[in-house]
């Protein structure tokens, strides 16, 4: 896989613009969309994260090495699938009722979220993270490797190499990682999950992943399966 | 530079269910009734705003701020009487603005809209609307509202709201008009449409260090000047708690902000609040809890750092007694305010 070098968010609303400003500070050139104008969101992105480069979202892609979808869950689909064909793609969102509805609405209930991203992405190759920490914890968070209290992400997704370029990438953004090979994980951390919301360092996060059949999310996901 | 004379402090309650000294909880109307009174103690402390919130939900008694703010009113003289937050996209803008006219008759004045998104959606289905017109719900009302409170006849095409021709709206306040704020969490579209409007700015800190603002400071002046609008002193919102004792006051709040976010996160799936977030917050980010002069440090630290004008306390997450809250108030109006103008008045800042 090529190196990276441009990253391209999709999506400049809370989390799109803080991986802007990580990733600006980690060195990446940054391209950065939102559903509207380039025009809309160029103050935003000039004074909030000055140094990226706002565009459409086929401007964010046709340059960039990494996508990032910083978009609510309920509107990946607005986006075509041709569009991130080949592409390596970062699957940061989660289904938030608040903002997206009513789940069986927006998602099938036989799978994660992240499963029917690549369903529907299904010439790209995905790979979660980012998504169970909130959007100022990722900004307050973010420290050089080796710091002390440093706080982990966990990475997963099913093509191996991906995950690991990813799980760089995000050691590059700021954070330690936990990988797992396997995107129907991602669902260890949806909402409702013991790591949903929380920011924990590599050891205690990879404590509770290692332990997710015992939480009673685990548990209660376990049931559904088995029913 | 802080202005200290035009500097304005209010507190702010969403109308938690009050504990009795034995833990047992009071009524959602006995609960509402302790707003009424605190609202006539920071009267007399010199308070300058209370605000009320609106929430659908067993954990808070208040889902119609604009009564218990017209009871307030009527025991108050000079506190301004402010609703935290009216969630918009649920409600009528006709009604919106009827009631807070009302209310601003009532109170010679003292009324102030606080519109926002609303961080809770029970009203969405409650009042038959859907989440996931989320943003434009929000978008059409605000332009209806605006138009309303122009207080002239009004000719509106809805698509979310009621279609209307060259009708008026009743009753016709008597002084400037409705003041209106715009509640924002963290997002930098609402603070351009806030611009773009004129009105006043007040950001819910809820989460994190009020150091990650200082851009959208930048972003809201910038939007105004794009507009050609007014840049008013902006307002902030976050928890907080005091005690004369600051051990006792990181207990209580422990206790009671934990088991208010824990409860709601548990409708959201957010992970329960650990210790070590909970610290973080009270040392550096969004919960001013501590004995007065830590609150008063902190608080003072965020008007400065933010420029602000307003500084707005929530007050009795969770199921504080009415000894606690109101004690907290007191210690607020005599204490901490008195303080922060003093601290921002001198040269060193903490
Ligand atoms: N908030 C958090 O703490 C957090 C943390 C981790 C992950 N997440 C996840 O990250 C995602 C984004 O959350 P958020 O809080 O950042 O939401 P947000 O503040 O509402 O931002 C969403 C952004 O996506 C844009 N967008 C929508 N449809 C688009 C499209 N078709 N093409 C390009 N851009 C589009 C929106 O643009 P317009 O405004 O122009 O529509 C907006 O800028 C969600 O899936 C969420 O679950 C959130």
């Known amino acids: 896989m090529s190196e990276i070098k441009t990253v391209g968010i999709i999506g400049a609303g809370k989390v799109g613009i803080v991986l802007a400003q990580l990733a600006l500070a980690a060195g990446y050139h940054v391209r950065i969309s939102g559903s509207g104008s380039v025009q809309k969101i160029a103050l935003t992105i000039s004074t909030l994260a000055p140094g990226a480069t706002p565009a459409t979202n086929q401007g964010v892609v046709s340059k960039s090495d990494l996508i990032i979808l910083a978009i609510p869950l309920s509107r990946y689909k607005n986006i075509p699938a041709k569009l991130l064909k080949g592409k390596l793609v970062i699957d940061a969102m989660n289904y938030w009722w608040e903002t997206d509805g009513i789940r069986e609405e927006v998602l099938d209930p036989s799978s994660t979220s992240s499963e029917q991203v690549q369903q529907y992405f299904n010439k790209s190759t995905i790979v979660k993270t980012f998504n169970h920490m909130g959007y100022h914890n990722l900004q307050e968070e973010a420290k050089a490797a080796g710091e002390a209290n440093r706080k982990a992400l966990f990475v997963t997704g099913d093509n191996h190499e991906a995950v690991d370029q990813v799980a760089q990438f995000v050691n590059t953004m700021g954070f330690d990682t936990v990988r797992h090979y396997r995107l129907a994980d991602g669902i260890m951390t949806e909402p409702g999950s013991e790591l949903f919301g929380a920011s924990l360092t590599q050891p205690d996060l990879q404590n509770v992943i290692d332990h997710f059949d015992e939480t009673e999310f685990g548990q209660k996901i376990k049931a559904e399966k088995g029913a | ?350």
């Open chain 2, 1 to 350: 530079m802080v202005n200290v004379d035009k500097l304005q402090f209010g507190l702010e309650t969403f109308g938690d269910i009050v504990a009795k000294e034995d833990g047992e909880l009071l009524t959602a109307g006995q609960s509402i009734r302790q707003i009424v009174k605190e609202g006539e103690l920071a009267d007399k402390l010199g308070i300058d705003v209370i605000g009320v919130g609106e929430h659908h939900r067993p954990d808070y008694s208040v889902s119609s701020p604009e009564v218990v703010l017209g009871a307030i009113a009527s025991v108050t003289k000079q506190i301004k009487l402010a609703t935290a937050v009216t969630v918009l996209s649920s409600d009528n803008p006709v009604r919106v603005y009827e009631r807070f006219a009302t209310l601003e008759g009532l109170s010679q004045g003292r009324a102030q809209v606080m519109l926002g998104r609303g961080s809770f959606t029970e009203s969405f289905p409650l009042f038959g609307y859907d989440l996931i017109d989320y943003d434009d719900l929000f978008n059409e009302k605000l332009e209806m509202y605006s138009q309303l409170i122009k207080e002239k006849p009004i000719t509106w095409d809805g698509k979310f709201t009621q279609s209307l021709k060259d009708q008026d709206v009743y009753p016709k306040t008597d002084y400037d008009g409705l003041e209106t704020y715009i509640g924002i969490g963290g997002s930098p579209e609402s603070i351009i449409r806030a611009a773009r409007y004129g009105y006043k700015v007040i950001l819910a800190i809820i989460g994190g260090q009020a150091d990650r603002f200082v851009p959208y400071l930048d972003l809201y002046k910038k939007a105004a000047a794009q507009y050609n609008m007014p840049v008013y002193p902006v307002a902030v919102h976050s928890h907080g708690f005091i005690a004369d004792d600051e051990d006792e006051a990181v207990e209580v709040a422990w206790k009671n902000i934990k088991a208010n976010f824990d409860r709601i996160g548990l409708t959201r799936g957010w992970a329960p609040m650990s210790r070590e977030q909970f610290d973080g917050e009270t040392q550096s980010g969004s919960f001013y809890v501590g004995n007065p002069e830590h609150v008063a440090q902190r608080i003072a630290r965020t008007i400065n750092l933010l420029d602000l004008g307003r500084f707005d306390l929530v007050y009795g997450a969770g199921n504080q007694t009415a000894a606690q809250r109101e004690r907290m108030i007191e210690l607020y109006g005599t204490k901490v305010i008195p303080r922060v103008k003093e601290i921002l008045s001198g040269e060193a800042v903490a």
